[in-house]
């Protein structure tokens, strides 16, 4: 069970994120040979929140996080899509650490 409060803790994150407008413009950035970020031109969308969240972690100095894409990926097939917001999160997060890796 504890898997399952992390992961609604994580949704709570980004739900809170989005709604104070954290990640509504990203236009401070120079994207433009970010491979990652050139097919998604939604800033607004989870992909691309989880993608700003690791610019930004990485330029804050704070260590990246690990989030449970697979048990998340799979949460998602069983319930339908239920858990959608959540894997593109993590899938933008995770493109967006590789940058710096």
């Keep these: 069970m504890d898997a399952l409060k992390k992961l609604g803790e994580l949704h709570d994150y980004v739900k809170k994120n989005y709604e104070q407008g954290k990640y509504d413009n990203p236009n ?9 970020y050139e097919y998604r031109s939604d800033p607004t969308d989870d992909y691309q929140m989880g993608f700003s ?3 930004k972690d990485h330029e804050e100095n704070q260590s990246f996080k690990v989030y449970p894409e697979k048990l998340v990926n799979l949460g998602n097939k069983v319930s339908d899509n239920k858990m ?5 999160f993590i899938a933008g997060y995770n493109d967006g650490k590789k940058i710096f890796k």
């Design 84 to 88: 959608q917001e959540l894997s593109e």
């Design 53 to 55: 969240q690791a610019l």
């Design 28 to 36: 401070h950035q120079d994207y433009s040979s970010r491979e990652a």
